[in-house]
């Protein structure tokens, strides 16, 4: 098996989701040249907007290895991930990605992802969303907490 | 209820969560001055490293209001969501997120949301996790397909 292979698999799931009512999107995580787990995005089947095919694919992932740790893992996924599902990807340690659409295909069929990728590179004062900075002194205190307590499982 | 309430409700949260193993974030969603769904880091606990505080409880109120649309409801997180959570607070469409700790705050006890902060910035070749394009004449058959797709269901 080759990336060719594995992204045929992905665009092969966009392609069904849409017969099946859901958005353009597909997803595969390889480990050791073997799919472990598929993603397809089911936003408004589920009425869950994180349910984008890469975050269900890494989760199905998770869920599989009994990890949260993906590292050793390639992530195919017919479009390039979003800003939410490629901060996934860093929390889960994926090792590398391979695309097929980009940002600016998705822009072109009127999806939000290279609008989001231009927001998270604003101020966090300028952004179409209002973010508010509250009871700091109060927060800090579960931090404080945190690097306090002994015998944590860190991530 | 004012927003210093519902706050501390998400930092308690996020305090509480420490003492059950988990991270230390807490987030809770308000709609018409009542909170509709709560959320608290799970990723340790459940192998889902998505299961951030802001992610679970977006994932919460889309299931009680059976909705992928969150309009009309307000964030409070016991920190600044990662650009995981920052994104779906976009596709969710919150009107409104107050935090408490910063990214800065974040890095101080060794989470990771500065640095994928920082990454979203960069170009997609210079990132520390390789992205690369392929089969994209193949990947833009889904995005034509759904391009001429009549009653779908869009968000």
């Given amino acids: 098996m080759n990336s ?4 045929q698999k992905a665009i092969e799931l966009s392609i069904k989701n849409i017969n099946n009512n859901g958005g353009p999107f597909g997803c595969v995580i390889v480990k050791n040249n073997k799919i472990i787990s598929e993603g397809v995005n089911g936003v408004t089947q589920n009425n869950d907007p994180t349910a984008h095919a890469e975050i269900v694919a890494i989760r199905n992932a998770c869920t599989k290895l009994n990890t949260f740790d993906l590292s050793g893992c390639e992530m195919y996924t017919s479009c390039e991930p979003c800003p939410m599902c490629l901060s996934a990807i860093y929390w889960s340690h994926i090792d590398i990605v ?5 940002r600016e295909n998705a822009a072109e069929i009127e999806f939000d992802d290279k609008f989001i990728y231009d927001e998270m590179k604003k101020d966090i004062n300028a952004r179409k969303i209002p973010l508010k900075r509250i009871l700091k ?3 800090i205190k579960a931090f404080n907490l945190w690097a306090q307590t002994e015998n944590k499982t860190k991530y």
């Fill in 4 to 7: 060719d292979f594995f992204m």
């Fill in 98 to 102: 391979y695309y097929g659409n980009s």
């Fill in 137 to 139: 002194d109060e927060a």
